[in-house]
């Protein structure tokens, strides 16, 4: 069966929502080497948070006006020059799904996760990606490490209960098919198509 890609929402806006220099969102990334993230915090002159901020405040611009080439190469820029923060790098990979260069994407954010692994955002954003190709055990277990991170994030808990709406279309789909007679099988399978598709 073949996912519905409308279903499932991604985390967009993450670099909106977060400092753009040690961003207290990131602060569970501290606990696995406090000491290199203390130091390059540190190093950080205030000069250099302002010109950091503006630089992706100019790629957000530059992704509103679909100048795709010119945001990534800044982002790129930035991430070479500050390749412990995360939000170039999460950035680029929005680029790339809004082109709809998918592969490329996920590429992007399964390397975020694995440097990243207590950010939320990515991994919501890569189960979509996921769920859009069919790939529908690899979101759920995406989904899930998002939820593990952080277990108040509704966007990751909304989307996991999506994946588990087609997984389940899934399983009664083919109970359906193995057994004719069996009504109850067609009739959730019927019960959770009409969910999904009615989901704005």
Not at 54 to 74: F, G, V, W
Not at 83 to 103: G, I, M, S, W, Y
């Amino acid at each position: 069966m073949t996912s519905s890609p409308s279903i499932y929402r991604h985390a967009a806006i993450i670099v909106a929502a977060i400092a753009l220099i040690g961003p207290p969102g990131f602060a569970r990334g501290a606990d696995s080497d406090p000491s290199s993230t203390a130091s390059a915090t540190q190093e950080i002159s205030e000069a250099a948070r302002k010109a950091y901020a503006e630089s992706m405040r100019e790629a957000r611009a530059l992704l509103t006006q679909k100048k795709y080439d010119e945001a990534i190469a800044k982002l790129d820029r930035l991430a070479t020059e500050r390749p412990r923060e995360p939000q170039a790098r999460f950035l680029k990979a929005v680029a790339l799904t809004d082109q709809k260069k998918a592969d490329a994407a996920v590429a992007a954010y399964r390397s975020l996760v694995a440097d990243f692994p207590e950010m939320p955002e990515p991994h919501n954003n890569l189960a979509v990606l996921y769920a859009q190709k069919g790939e529908l055990a690899l979101a759920r277990d995406e989904l899930l490490l998002a939820i593990g991170t952080a277990p108040d994030y509704a966007l990751a808990h909304e989307n996991l209960g999506d994946v588990y709406a087609q997984l389940a279309a899934e399983q009664y789909e083919r109970a359906a098919s193995i057994d004719k007679r069996n009504k109850t099988a067609g009739a959730k399978l019927k019960m959770v198509r009409d969910v999904i598709q009615n989901t704005p």
